[in-house]
Nanobody, 117 residues
Framework: QAQLVESGGGLVQPGGSLRLSCAAS????????MSWYRQAPGKERELVAG????????NYADSVKGRFTISRDNAKNTVYLQMNSLKPEDTAVYYC??????????WGQGTQVTVSS
């Protein structure tokens, strides 16, 4: 059974940094396109960043370009999101997503990120 477990969230001051991790199991991680999404209170879930299977290509939401970096370690079945220069508007629950082929989709349970002084 596919499972994604996020970690690394927490409370940070504006301008600070956090590194999120998402550990995958139960599927072929190296064959899955991995993404990070986030959902703020009262807002729809939005794509933050995505990375191809071998990590050769990434994409980012305009709001996080230059501040966030997505990466993956296929040997560890883990995808990361390094978040720098955090802003209060980055406050949200961050979710890890995996997709492969036309049918396989999986979501993690989410990790809370709060940016506040």
């Amino acid at each position: 059974q596919a499972q994604l477990v996020e970690s690394g969230g927490g409370l940070v001051q504006p301008g600070g940094s956090l590194r999120l991790s998402c550990a995958a199991s139960g599927f072929t991680f190296s064959s899955a396109y991995m993404s990070w999404y986030r959902q703020a209170p009262g807002k729809e879930r939005e794509l933050v960043a995505g990375i191809t299977t071998a990590g050769g290509s990434t994409n980012y939401a305009d709001s996080v370009k230059g501040r966030f970096t997505i990466s993956r370690d296929n040997a560890k079945n883990t995808v990361y999101l390094q978040m720098n220069s955090l802003k209060p508007e980055d406050t949200a629950v961050y979710y890890c997503n995996a997709r492969s082929g036309p049918y396989f989709r999986a979501w993690g349970q989410g990790t809370q990120v709060t940016v506040s002084s």
